[in-house]
């Protein structure tokens, strides 16, 4: 190597070292913003369950929180780092309170496990490979319904069990920080207590133990699993924003600078470009039809199965049953649970049903459970959606003209079953917003059901390589 091309490289490097040095500065501002930022949508969803004082709004109410406290959770991840201030008092003053204790962890007990993750990782050593181990829910290749069934397990307390590992792994070591967790519950409960509202620190710890525990499982896939070193993935904007906020889903540069703040990571992975030598950002679709065809590997198993650009070993068989899997879960989603939930509400929340349903002994129970406009409005909106999105999958692999053609077809059914009510030719009476909310049921599905191709080839890229 010549010495002027040595004398560039050693340039750059240094170059490097610098710029990373700055962006290793802790922000204490930007930190309490971002957890004040995750807190008012935290007490905003409560105040809004509050004045629905309903049992759908309080369900409902579940999932923007267990949102939010995913983005506690990656705040906390900071704190534990120190990248929150470099006075050691503030910084776990700030993280314990804001985004520690909140979550039931410490940061002295998430501290021993999270660093000797951080030092032992892909080794027999790794706390994360034993959990792995011990709940044996990550085996390759995944198989997508049971993924679906271990998320949907999760949001009815499946995932408690793992919540207890996790607990037993993170549990606090030092006298003072048990102290201060106690008396900030304690505190909580007791002001909770004096105004009436107990459900409010029920309402957020279920929301801890269902949608914050399914969404920490489901990342749990993408980061360290089937490589003994870390995925380097690119997420959707919703992904990011609902699963994985403030840049959590960046965990490789994370694991490999860890001295980075949260709010800098987007600047550390445009400057670890790929042409440098850095590895490739991997779409997470890509990453999980890597899963899907991965050679196979036990939960807690120690392998390269996956290597960094996503190629894995496929196996043709697995590749097949995983396709039709995913086809009947798209099915399942977009037209079997719109289509039940439709039918549930028609026959349980409206006053009257029609005559050829009078045997239906439960009609009316849940009325008073659903604003009654909401339950006329509602089993339209659903059917409609059902009825697009199942025309969309069939043909999702033709033209885009005969695709959308079905859109329109569907469409016209709907409004054309509302006005046969109002000629008299249905039993039934027409409203205009019926109309209005098939029609919106058909807009949505356009926007939410894949259809840009079918399901089941997806993978045939793969099949014909394989």
């Not at 905003?44 to 406290?69: I, K, M, N, W």
């Not at 997420?235 to 965990?251: Q, R, Y």
Request: with cysteine; hydrophobic share 50%; proline share 6%.
């Amino acid at each position: 190597m010549s010495r002027r091309r040595s004398g560039t490289i050693l340039r750059k490097v240094a170059e490097l070292e610098r710029a990373i040095a700055d962006l290793s500065k802790p922000n204490t501002v930007r930190f309490v913003l971002a957890a004040f930022g995750d807190w008012a949508v935290i007490v905003a969803t409560l105040v809004c369950a509050a004045e629905l004082d309903h049992p759908f709004g309080y369900a409902l109410a579940l999932f923007p929180l267990g949102s939010r406290q995913q983005g506690l959770g990656a705040l906390f991840h900071d704190a534990a780092h120190g990248l929150v201030s470099r006075r050691r008092w503030l910084n776990d003053g700030l993280g314990s309170v804001l985004a520690a204790w909140p979550l039931g962890l410490t940061l002295g007990g998430y501290r021993r496990y999270h660093f000797a993750h951080h030092k032992l990782l892909g080794t027999e050593g790794d706390p994360e490979i034993s959990h792995k181990r011990a709940m044996k829910q990550w085996e390759l290749p995944a198989s997508p319904f049971k993924v679906t069934r271990d998320f949907l397990s999760d949001l009815v307390l499946g995932g408690l069990p793992h919540l207890v590992v996790a607990g037993r792994l993170t549990r606090p070591v030092r006298l003072a920080e048990t102290l201060g967790f106690l008396l900030f519950w304690s505190l909580i409960a007791l002001v909770a207590w004096s105004f009436d509202a107990i459900w409010v620190p029920v309402l957020f710890v279920a929301a801890i133990a269902t949608v914050f525990w399914s969404g920490v499982r489901l990342r749990i896939w993408t980061e360290h699993l089937g490589t003994r070193d870390t995925h380097r993935i690119g997420l959707p904007s919703w992904v990011a924003w609902l699963v994985m906020p403030h840049n959590i889903g960046m965990h490789w540069e994370h694991h490999h600078y860890p001295g980075v703040p949260f709010f800098n990571l987007p600047r550390l992975r445009r400057l670890l470009t790929e042409e440098a030598g850095y590895p490739p950002v991997l779409p997470l679709a890509a990453l999980l039809r890597a899963f899907a065809r991965s050679a196979a590997l036990q939960s807690g198993g120690i392998a390269e199965t996956v290597d960094r650009e996503g190629n894995t070993e496929p196996d043709k068989e697995r590749l097949e049953r995983s396709a039709r899997e995913v086809s009947l879960l798209r099915l399942g989603a977009h037209v079997g649970l719109p289509l039940i939930s439709g039918v549930a509400v028609y026959l349980t929340c409206r006053a009257t049903l029609p005559s050829s349903l009078a045997w239906f002994p439960y009609g009316g129970r849940l009325l008073e459970r659903m604003p009654a406009t909401l339950s006329y409005v509602l089993p339209d909106f659903l059917w409609a959606y059902a009825l697009t999105a199942a025309l969309l999958l069939i043909w999702s692999g033709g033209s885009g003209r005969a695709r959308y053609g079905w859109v329109v077809v569907a469409a016209l059914i709907a409004v054309a079953l509302e006005l046969a009510q109002a000629a008299g030719i249905l039993p039934g009476t027409y409203a205009g917003e019926d109309v209005l909310s098939s029609l919106a049921g058909c807009g949505l599905a356009v926007v939410l059901c894949p259809h840009r191709r079918p399901a089941w080839t997806a993978l045939t890229p793969l099949l014909k390589g394989s």
